[in-house]
């Protein structure tokens, strides 16, 4: 049973001291042991009579693989290991009863800004156990990082990709698109094309992910190219003012090509989410797809699985400039991931009794070996490390080709080795900001209003949502979500 000490004993400042339980073997390996301090050289697991407790948010299946792996944490550091599962209401409380905690990589943020959880100790990041240099570049830089501190390991990040039949663009005379313009163009172009061994019905020229929860994000990520500026740290909010930039040039032509493209498509294509979007791609229903793909069982598939390619989101050659209103050309292609979509982050919460032992947890739940298997099991993670890139098909369905998974993992590891990238908003309200871009992306495709007309009303809403929740305190999260400490 898990149980909080009368008095909680930090143990931060201490941590240096405590390499023999710290930095000894992570869970694989050989036991760790140290000696008893009667110097009678007699060993002993390093964290008997512990009991640690893990939470883990809104995801069953990774929290049941943790629990296979509670037994031989035991055996080896002599810790007992309670997996709990929690939802998202769970965490709302300013004292979540756990020591360790995984969440979705958006809640880096409101965590953080309600001082929940403990930021990673340097010395813990360098430890060779760990390879912390390992983690894609993106993912350690920025995902887990709020203000200028790391508070989280990563577990992965599924991450949006391109996936395109290879056989109809080959028959086209098209290459795989490499910026939005591309994109746009080959999407127009098989909405008046058969496409080899397509469906029957009218051709599709894209599908992506625009239903409820996801029309939003979809934008976001087809936006964060035509954001992305060097002279500016802003991309959804004015830095300084919280005055929402989301109806600029940037978004509204965005939305304006999210249109035109899904005309292309399916209109029951208003209704998917990435999952159902690789259903109807492999069911031949279209050329290209914004997706990613979770390993949700065996993939069933009217095309050759082999004739599916996987790229990076396209990117853009120009971004809009704030300072002077205007377009500018860029010197070469950029692509700017979007992040905190999905994915895992580990941390520990500042709460914990045991704070030396809850670090060698997460440790070990995030290394190369138990963070791999951990993860597998999750429908909402992937790659998390650069060296997990060479097997990228055990995060991938069943019946996905090695060339295919190959390529697959190419895409993810060239976007996590970026040093740029545009998050899905990680600050408290997200979910509200969110919805109301939602409904103003839906509104745009179904042809309600126009893009500028949608964007505008989200764009007033998200002010209010600002003057709700106190705009000052929202904009020094917003700011260190940025990487800034103000």
């Given at each position: 049973?898990?149980?909080?000490?009368?008095s909680p004993?930090?143990l931060?400042?201490t941590?240096?001291?405590?390499?023999?339980?710290?930095?000894?073997p992570?869970?694989?390996?050989s036991?760790?042991?140290?000696k008893?301090?009667?110097?009678?050289?007699?060993?002993?697991?390093p964290l008997?009579?512990?009991?640690?407790?893990?939470?883990?948010?809104d995801?069953?299946?990774?929290?049941a693989?943790?629990g296979?792996?509670?037994?031989e944490?035991?055996a080896r550091t002599?810790?007992?290991?309670?997996?709990?599962?929690?939802?998202?209401?769970d965490?709302?409380?300013?004292?979540?009863a756990?020591?360790?905690l995984?969440?979705p990589?958006?809640?880096l943020g409101?965590l953080?800004?309600?001082?929940l959880?403990?930021p990673?100790?340097?010395?813990?990041?360098?430890?060779s156990?760990?390879?912390?240099?390992?983690f894609l570049e993106?993912?350690?830089?920025?995902?887990?990082?709020?203000?200028?501190?790391?508070?989280?390991a990563?577990?992965?990040?599924?991450?949006?990709?391109l996936?395109?039949?290879?056989d109809?663009?080959?028959?086209?005379?098209?290459s795989?698109p490499?910026?939005w313009?591309?994109y746009?163009?080959?999407?127009?172009?098989?909405q008046?094309?058969?496409?080899?061994?397509?469906?029957?019905g009218?051709?599709?020229?894209s599908?992506e992910?625009l239903?409820?929860?996801?029309?939003?994000?979809t934008?976001?990520?087809?936006?964060?190219?035509y954001?992305?500026?060097?002279?500016?740290?802003?991309?959804?909010?004015?830095?300084e003012?919280m005055?929402?930039?989301?109806?600029?040039?940037?978004?509204?032509?965005?939305?304006?090509?999210l249109?035109?493209a899904?005309d292309t498509?399916?209109i029951?294509?208003?209704?998917?989410d990435p999952?159902?979007?690789?259903?109807a791609?492999?069911?031949?229903?279209g050329?290209?797809?914004i997706?990613?793909?979770?390993?949700?069982g065996?993939?069933?598939?009217t095309?050759?699985?082999?004739?599916c390619?996987?790229?990076?989101l396209?990117?853009?050659?120009?971004?809009?400039?704030l300072?002077d209103?205007?377009?500018?050309?860029?010197?070469a292609?950029?692509s700017?991931?979007?992040?905190?979509?999905?994915g895992?982050?580990?941390?520990?919460?500042k709460?914990t009794?045991?704070?030396?032992?809850?670090f060698?947890?997460?440790?070990?739940l995030t290394s190369a070996?138990w963070?791999a298997?951990?993860?597998?099991a999750s429908?909402q993670?992937?790659?998390?490390?650069?060296?997990?890139?060479s097997?990228p098909?055990?995060?991938?369905?069943?019946?996905?080709p090695l060339?295919?998974?190959t390529?697959y993992?190419?895409?993810?590891g060239a976007a996590?080795?970026?040093?740029?990238?545009?998050?899905?908003?990680?600050i408290?309200g997200?979910?509200?900001?969110?919805?109301a871009?939602?409904?103003?992306?839906?509104?745009?495709v179904?042809?309600?209003?126009k893009?500028?007309e949608?964007?505008?009303?989200a764009a007033?809403?998200?002010?209010?949502?600002?003057a709700?929740?106190?705009?000052e305190?929202?904009r020094?999260?917003?700011q260190r979500?940025?990487?800034l400490?103000?």
């Open positions: 049973m898990f149980r909080f000490e009368s004993k930090r931060l400042p941590l240096l001291l405590l390499s023999g339980i710290l930095w000894g992570l869970g694989c390996g036991t760790p042991t140290d008893k301090s009667d110097g009678s050289g007699t060993n002993e697991l008997k009579g512990i009991t640690l407790r893990l939470g883990v948010v995801d069953p299946a990774l929290a693989e943790v296979r792996l509670a037994a944490w035991q002599g810790s007992e290991l309670t997996v709990v599962g929690l939802a998202m209401a965490t709302a409380r300013d004292n979540i756990a020591d360790v995984f969440f990589t958006a809640m409101p953080v800004e309600r001082k959880l403990t990673l100790p340097a010395p813990w990041k360098a430890a156990t760990l390879a912390w240099d390992d993106l993912s350690r830089q920025r995902e887990c990082s709020f203000g200028e501190q790391a508070w989280a990563p577990l992965g990040s599924p991450g949006l990709v996936m395109y039949r290879k109809a663009l080959a028959a086209a005379g098209l795989v490499k910026t313009a591309e746009q163009e080959a999407a127009a172009h098989f008046k094309h058969p496409l080899p061994g397509g469906a029957e009218k051709p599709a020229g599908l992910p239903g409820s929860g996801w029309a939003g994000i934008l976001l990520a087809r936006s964060a190219a954001v992305r500026h060097p002279s500016h740290y802003s991309d959804l909010f004015d830095v003012s005055r929402p930039l989301i109806d600029g040039p940037p978004f509204v032509l965005a939305l304006e090509e249109v035109a899904s498509g399916p029951d294509q208003r209704e998917f999952v159902k979007v690789r259903e791609f492999l069911a031949g229903r050329a290209l797809a997706t990613w793909l979770p390993p949700s065996p993939v069933s598939s095309i050759p699985t082999d004739g390619g996987f790229a990076e396209p990117g853009a050659n120009k971004s809009f400039d300072k209103l205007k377009w500018q050309d860029r010197p292609l950029l700017v991931p979007l992040l905190s979509v999905n895992r982050l580990g941390a520990v919460l709460s009794p045991h704070e030396a032992a809850a060698r947890l997460l440790a070990a070996d963070g298997r951990i993860s597998h429908p993670t992937g790659p998390s490390r650069r060296s997990q890139l097997k098909e055990d995060w991938l369905p069943r019946g996905i060339a295919s998974a390529e993992g190419a895409a993810l996590g080795a970026r040093t740029q990238g545009m998050h899905a908003l990680r408290p997200r979910e509200k900001y969110l919805a871009l939602d409904q103003a992306v839906r509104d745009a179904e042809g309600k209003v893009p500028q949608a964007l505008s009303a007033k809403q998200w002010s209010e949502i600002t709700q929740l106190g705009r305190s929202q020094k999260a917003y979500s940025l990487g400490e103000p």
